[in-house]
């Protein structure tokens, strides 16, 4: 048996051989060659992207993001200097996309539906919604306050179902969209700690999932990206014999980079990720396989 499998492999690659072009077959020149840039970059361009906590961390990285590939982002967080810092930092680089600073509080119900009208009104659609706002009020359970359980729920997850109900109407209507959720590997393993942050990650999960199969006839995909320890404000104060600890977890040996998050949400927002919905996708280095 594995004579004949080897005689298969020597005739493959004999044909594939064969059929290549006389230069390929040589030494092929690469010097001219125009860099390989990825269909999504060119997909996703001058569509209208709303971003929730763009200022800082992941949530900046996606806005930044999105707007080098051409799109339009609106990026919303409570800090208007912050947001402001981002649109010129894409203004210096020169990117074809554009950042919209709008300030947001994601906890008031009210003040969602007139940012998303406002939305609309201005560039006529939301064709991408990155929920990426979120909250953490450590402590362990049994001296957990209900205020700590009920501010990261509304936060993480009460939030998240106000904006993307808004927001999802928006795109049944254009039959178009992508929703795309930031999870975390603690909604996934579960975190000592961090009952409630964990409890509104596991939550995003199932919210995306069920949302997935509501909206895929509407050519609308959902998905949650769960990133692992990212390089970020919140991570850069851990104790360094904490940080060593956790980088032991992480077969990488290393936390992300905000970018790295931001490339996953790009993808999905573009056309190339079309074929992807009701998925979880880890950006955490094989933390939690």
Do not use: H
């Amino acid at each position: 048996m594995g004579r004949g499998f080897d005689d298969v492999r020597r005739q493959t690659v004999r044909t594939a051989r064969a059929c290549r072009p006389a230069r390929a077959r040589d030494e092929l020149d690469l010097s001219e060659a125009e860099p390989y840039s990825g269909i999504w970059e060119i997909a996703v361009k001058d569509r209208v992207a709303l971003v929730t906590g763009g200022s800082r961390g992941i949530g900046r990285a996606i806005s930044l993001t999105l707007a080098r590939q051409g799109v339009t982002v609106v990026a919303c967080a409570r800090d208007q200097s912050a947001l402001q810092a981002v649109q010129e930092e894409a203004r210096q680089k020169e990117f074809p996309g554009s950042i919209d600073p709008r300030v947001l509080d994601v906890t008031d119900r009210s003040a969602i539906d007139t940012l998303v009208q406002a939305v609309v009104e201005q560039y006529d659609r939301i064709d991408i919604l990155v929920n990426n706002a979120g909250i953490t009020r450590d402590g362990l359970l049994m001296t957990m306050d209900d205020e700590q359980f009920d501010d990261v729920l509304t936060t993480n997850l009460r939030a998240v179902f106000w904006l993307t109900r808004a927001v999802s109407r928006i795109m049944v209507q254009r039959r178009y969209g992508r929703i795309i959720n930031i999870g975390s590997v603690s909604g996934v393993a579960g975190n000592a700690g961090q009952v409630n942050y964990a409890a509104s990650k596991a939550g995003l999960i199932g919210f995306t999932k069920a949302l997935a199969k509501e909206l895929g006839r509407r050519k609308i995909t959902c998905n949650v990206v769960a990133p692992g320890f990212i390089s970020t404000d919140m991570t850069a104060k851990l104790p360094a014999q904490v940080t060593e600890s956790a980088k032991s977890m992480i077969p990488l040996r290393r936390f992300g980079e905000p970018e790295e998050v931001a490339e996953v949400v790009a993808f999905l927002a573009g056309d190339a990720g079309g074929y992807i919905t009701g998925q979880v996708i880890l950006v955490d280095g094989g933390m939690c396989m």
